[in-house]
């Protein structure tokens, strides 16, 4: 097979597949056929044209695969635990972010504010063609293999999982604490699992939709509150004793929950 179809972000609101011909590899890098890619908000923004990206593009940055070619100097990778021998047929994700490895940010591990940073499927300056696509290439040293107990559909969230468990570890969330979480999307559900291992008292998810606020529900939250029907920043205060929450996490990005966060705490 030569050629593979690709879903190209053409202009803001039009997406092409098109029939193109499957990446060839430079020798550091690595051919990966997508099994797995998920929709990011960011995706959405791109597509809607309220984030600036070049295009043509091919957007996909959540994504898992299986490893179809080896670059000639790619020898080995990393796994949970430090590099491995690298084969055809191993199961992966990647972080969608090529860095240089070099610069004082890179050095520090902040790879996300290099200053020649590089993003895999858009959301940066230089974009790389991402995974709405048969394939994608990428240097080896931002694969990473899947544990064997990882579905590939799982390998697709852990993206967006270590984008939620850096805010997790931002918010300071203490043993005890009461726990706002605002927004129970796919973001907010995946904060919710996280929340839980901080050992809140308890912890209250205001969310608009009830299918959403049923699944919060059954995930472990104490209080659901449908905003649409009580004004959550009274119910908050009522269920907390009139404190207010001790951490408040927004996860809708509307400048009105941004302000109702502030009001809740
Ligand atoms: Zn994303
Ligand atoms: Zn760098």
Redesign the pocket.
């Known amino acids: 097979m030569k050629n593979m179809e690709a879903a190209y972000l053409e202009r803001p609101g039009k997406i092409v597949v098109r029939r193109i011909p499957i990446p060839s590899i430079e020798e550091n890098e690595v051919l990966v056929r997508v099994a797995r890619c998920?929709v990011?908000?960011?995706?959405v923004h791109m597509y809607k044209g309220s984030f600036p990206v070049k295009m043509p593009v091919i957007l996909g940055?959540?994504f898992s695969g299986t490893i179809k070619k080896v670059g000639e100097k790619v020898t080995s990778y990393a796994n949970l635990t430090g590099q491995i021998p690298i084969k055809i047929g191993d199961r992966v994700s990647a972080i969608?972010i090529i860095n240089c490895g070099l610069c004082p940010a890179c050095l520090r591990g902040k790879s996300n504010l290099c200053e020649s940073v590089q993003a895999v499927g858009g959301?940066g300056e230089i974009v790389n063609n991402g995974a709405f696509a048969q394939y994608i290439k990428l240097p080896a040293r931002i694969l990473y293999k899947l544990p064997d107990n990882l579905s590939y559909t799982i390998g697709a969230f852990i993206?967006?999982t270590a984008?939620c468990l850096h805010g997790i570890d931002l918010s300071r969330i203490k043993l005890g604490d009461s726990v706002l979480l605002i927004g129970a999307g796919t973001v907010g559900l995946l904060l919710l699992e996280l929340i839980k291992f901080q050992g809140p008292s308890q912890i209250i998810v205001s969310e608009g939709i009830s299918e959403r606020r049923k699944l919060a529900k059954a995930r472990g939250a104490d209080f659901v509150i449908d905003p649409m029907r009580t004004d959550p920043v009274n119910k908050v205060k009522e269920i907390t004793s009139g404190q207010g929450a001790d951490v408040v996490i927004e996860a809708v990005g509307s400048p009105q929950t941004t302000e109702q966060a502030i009001q809740m705490a």
């Open positions: 998920g990011c908000m960011t995706d940055h959540e969608p959301a993206e967006v984008c």
